[in-house]
């Protein structure tokens, strides 16, 4: 896609075009470890090809959504960081703003995402008075917060439709062969989607995992993987004056030595609000290691503007931005006329808000380059289902190189279990 391109004037104050070329042989070297499956977790590298393996699922997939549609009101996705943040990324960014206000489509409903006992009690009483299904998605089933999710959820599934009709309404994505929930699966007679076991959690929204959940709510998830696709066929090369993702994980590497220790995710659409939450997921988790890595931050503008805008232009200048621009807005609005002009704005009359949202992207981009901020931005034609596949596998490749380049192991998560064996050990005493 010509039209998704990776603008850098913003850096051009910071970064001198020797130093990004000087590490050529840095980015050839990660290529080399992932082209080759030679580094450090090489076993979790099924997501290289997954846009084109993914499609050969996709009958399977949209015939399960049909059901579901058919059948319910709402479906329920349960799980936690990767197993719900890459559906509800593509939901939020693709969908209508109020999509479980609008119409008749199929809602989309999250639980299993924090232990918080008010959000679940409210959930159940949302889903007392609805038809739902249930996509529990976790490869062992033991997981604390989705356990828990599906533990309860499923009772009142069970106590409202009988045992034999919500088995017909589960939906469980986990591991092909072992695990309590595939054991579960197996014994119920629940339709089954596998998570593949060369990819982890971060890396899945490409899957069923992150596929099914789309489909369910009308995605068109097979122009999602086609973009996908495409960016997987536009980055071979190692060549940084040819390769744009390669070029982002590099700069991000000289940012990183220069002192700029937290990257701030900035849209100027809400909508990419819970992609900018996927993305802080697979980079954090991938990089943050050995007590290395870029802290993920997130900001939408110009809401973020009025709480965070002040500290980003003269506070501590341990940042760099990287922006996601839209050049074409799902859908416009004109401003309208008003004879007695109250507010003053009839200057903006029979102008579109994108253009004020636009003039708020330059002016913004101006003026924290001017507080020696440095920007990169990352532009997409529109917000479709081809360019959101396409930049997800963009970030994928980009975040797989970025943390070979910082030497650690992208794939793996040895910090998480921290505060999960504290966790067991006092809710056992």
């Not at 999710?149 to 986990?174: C, H, N, Q, V, W």
């Not at 086609?226 to 536009?234: P, S, Y």
Request: aromatic share 10%; hydrophobic share 40%.
């Amino acid at each position: 896609m010509r039209d998704v391109f990776l603008n850098t004037a913003g850096i051009e104050d910071f970064i001198m075009e020797d130093e990004l070329l000087a590490l050529q042989p840095a980015i050839d070297s990660a290529h080399n470890l992932l082209t080759e499956k030679r580094g450090p977790g090489s076993e979790y590298l099924g997501w290289l090809d997954l846009p084109t393996t993914a499609m050969t699922q996709v009958p399977e997939i949209m015939q399960a959504a049909e059901r579901i549609k058919a059948t319910s009101d709402a479906l329920v996705v349960i799980g936690i960081g990767g197993s719900y943040l890459g559906s509800r990324a593509a939901i939020e960014a693709l969908g209508h703003s109020f999509h479980n206000l609008k119409g008749n489509a199929t809602k989309v409903l999250f639980a299993g995402h924090n232990l918080s006992s008010s959000y679940h009690a409210d959930l159940l009483d949302v889903l007392q008075d609805m038809d739902f299904s249930v996509n529990i998605i976790s490869k062992s089933g033991t997981t604390t917060e989705p356990a828990i999710a599906f533990r309860i959820i499923k009772d009142l599934l069970e106590s409202k439709y009988g045992r034999e009709e919500a088995k017909k309404r589960i939906y469980a994505t986990t591991d092909a062969q072992r695990g309590a929930l595939r054991t579960l699966t197996e014994q119920e007679g629940y339709t089954a989607f596998a998570i593949p076991g060369d990819i982890g959690g971060r890396y899945s929204v490409l899957t069923p995992v992150g596929l099914l959940p789309m489909a369910a709510v009308g995605i068109d998830i097979e122009a999602l993987l086609k973009g996908a696709m495409q960016a997987r066929e536009d980055f071979p090369d190692p060549n940084l004056s040819l390769n744009s993702c390669y070029q982002y994980a590099a700069i991000r590497n000289l940012l990183y030595r220069k002192g700029k220790a937290v990257e701030l995710l900035v849209s100027y659409e809400p909508g990419l609000q819970y992609f900018c939450e996927w993305w802080k997921q697979l980079f954090g988790e991938s990089e943050g290691k050995e007590g290395k890595g870029i802290f993920p931050a997130a900001a939408i503008f110009s809401t973020d503007l009025h709480s965070l805008g002040q500290y980003i232009q003269e506070g501590t200048k341990l940042l760099f931005e990287t922006v996601i621009k839209v050049s074409k807005p799902r859908r416009e609005l004109l401003i309208p006329h008003n004879a007695k002009d109250f507010d003053q704005l009839n200057y903006l009359a029979d102008k579109g808000m994108d253009f004020v949202n636009d003039c708020a992207y330059k002016g913004t981009l101006q003026a924290h380059t001017q507080g020696t901020i440095p920007n990169l931005v990352i532009q997409l034609p529109d917000l479709s289902a081809q360019s959101l596949g396409y930049l997800l596998y963009f970030m994928e490749k980009a975040c797989a190189i970025s943390a070979y380049m910082l030497g650690v192991n992208p794939f793996n998560q040895p910090g998480v279990e921290a505060y999960k064996k504290n966790m067991y050990t006092l809710l056992k005493d």
